[in-house]
């Protein structure tokens, strides 16, 4: 055989070691537990879903909510504590998870870019869908002697955990009443702490914007009698005409023991994902939450419902969880 002849068979034999390592790496890393699509080029071998704190409402949903993700999808999905609204539209703009819980006046803020958004726009992130109304809930004890707002004043008030939502809604509602946080001593603290704190007397009130009943709530109820500060209808109105995200809410008689229902305010909670997450799986996901929904244990399972799943909501859907809703809605 000629050095020619030789050198030929020696280029074939490169041009198809290269294809096949080509093929190969087209495919590498896939199993069944992975999604994705050619256009992204990205693969999903787990997905992060980012709730709040372990005594709040997205904790005690979330979990349940990531197995229904996990079973329906074959991605494996695990819910995170975290410092819920503001701060999770930040994690998911950075990468740090896929799926989050947030209260639609937060992810509004952050698609317009303003409030404590101001600044740092978060336009990465879509809608999967509303869920359910998250009551704005002002907690002390009968025994502060605090029943109304303007009884605040000089007080030491949880506002809520740094890059919460509970912050802005106590800032909104402090302002409707005359007050500013410089009225009183504010406290970042999440729920669970709000509660150790109240029940030991380190605090006089707490803010928590939350599902009714609240874990950390009903909690404190157990020690001491819990009562909430109403919201007026006159001053609900005026927080309304001002803020066009907050709606009116009765907390009602029984909850936490009170005897009589409680008029207060409330935003949506909803779940938001990132944009890059392919079509497909974002359908999966959306179906498997709003599928399996009424099998929640959670009081507030009962709202989550497919013909609600839009409303509420002020930033564009993801097409995916769009899909869903034009299949089930029709």
Known sequence: MNKKL??????????????????????????????????????YKFLSVLTG???????????????????????????EVSQASAANMTALKDGKAEIAFVQTDIAYYAQEGEMMFEGDKVDTVSAIGSLYPETVQLVT?????IKTFEDLKGKKVSVGAPGSGTYANAEQLLEIHGLSMD??????????????????GQIDAAFITAGTPTGAVEGLN?????????????????LISKYKYYAKEVIPA??????????????????????DVPEDLAYEITKAIYDNASKLQHAKGKLIKAETGLDGIGIPVHPGAQKYFDEVNK
């Open 183 to 200: 009225d009183i001593k504010p406290q970042n603290l999440d729920f669970g702490e709000s509660q150790e704190s109240l029940q030991a």
């Open 141 to 145: 004890l009968e025994k502060t002697g």
């Open 6 to 43: 030789l050198g030929l068979i020696s280029m074939l034999l490169i041009a198809v070691l290269a294809l096949a390592a080509c093929g190969t790496s087209d495919d590498a890393g896939k199993d069944d537990g992975e999604k994705g699509d050619a256009d992204s080029g990205k693969e």
């Open 254 to 275: 029984g909850t936490y023991g009170m005897a009589e229902e409680t008029p207060t305010v409330s935003v949506g909670a909803m779940l938001v994902i990132q944009n």
């Open 53 to 79: 704190g372990t005594q709040g409402t997205y904790y005690a949903l979330g979990g349940a909510i990531a197995e229904f993700i996990e079973k329906d999808t074959g991605v494996k999905t695990s819910a």
């Open 222 to 238: 157990a020690v001491a009698k819990v009562f909430v500060v109403p919201v007026e209808d006159e001053k609900a109105d005026e």
